[in-house]
Each structure stands twice: as structure tokens, then as C-alpha cells.
Nanobody
Framework: QVQVVESGGGLVQPGGSLRLSCAAS????????MGWYRQAPGKERELVAF???????NYADSVKGRFTISRLNGDNTLYLQMNSLKPEDTAVYYC?????????????WGQGTQVTVSP
């Protein structure tokens, strides 16, 4: 059974930092990529960042230079280091895993972790 579990959310002041973690287990197929989405109240879910199995990263413009996504080599653990946080970063952050299943790739999602940036 596939499990995707996020941790590390919380309340932080503007300008502060948080590190999110995501542990994935139980996949039958190799991982194509892992990443983070977020959803703020009243808004659509948006991509924050992802990292491929080759280590290629991609970031939303709104977080470039402030957030860093990383993954332990050979491990299914994903991190998101968030620095210089702003109130507009407040959202539920979701980890996702895309696997190389056939004939179609399959994605798995965690239940989300709340990040609140407020004075």
C-alpha cells in the first residue's frame, strides 16, 4: 500500500523559515518525480516545485530564490526548505509522487500539511 506522509508545517512569522518533509513508501514502480503543490483558501492548487529522478528541479516563479527542493539519493524522502516566508505562502502544502507505472504514470498524494505565515 502506497503511503505519502508530509510533516514540518506550522506557524511562522514573515521572514522566517520552515522545512517540510515527505516520506513515500510502498510504490511498486520507480519514481519519475516528486514535488510539492500548495492550496490557499479560495484558490486553486498550484505547483510549488518538483524534482525529477535525474535531479532536475523546477520552481514556481513566486518561490524562486526562497525555496529549495531536495531529495536524498536513493531515498524516497523529499524536502522543501522554505526561507524568507511571506504571508502569501500561507497554504496547505501537498507532497506528490509520480511513478513510472505502465501504461500510464500514476501519482500519489499526501494529506497535506498546513503552513501559516503570520506576525
Amino acid at each position: 500500500q502506497v503511503q505519502v506522509v508530509e510533516s514540518g508545517g506550522g506557524l511562522v512569522q514573515p521572514g522566517g523559515s520552515l522545512r517540510l518533509s515527505c516520506a513515500a513508501s510502498g510504490m511498486r514502480f520507480s519514481i519519475n518525480r516528486m514535488g510539492w503543490y500548495r492550496q490557499a483558501p479560495g484558490k486553486e492548487r498550484e505547483l510549488v516545485a518538483f524534482i525529477t529522478s535525474d535531479g532536475i528541479t523546477n520552481y514556481a516563479d513566486s518561490v524562486k530564490g526562497r525555496f529549495t527542493i531536495s531529495r536524498l539519493n536513493g531515498d524516497n524522502t523529499l524536502y522543501l526548505q522554505m526561507n524568507s516566508l511571506k504571508p502569501e505562502d500561507t497554504a496547505v502544502y501537498y507532497c506528490y509522487v509520480l511513478t513510472n507505472s505502465r501504461p500510464l504514470l500514476t501519482s500519489y498524494w499526501g494529506q497535506g500539511t498546513q503552513v501559516t505565515v503570520s506576525p
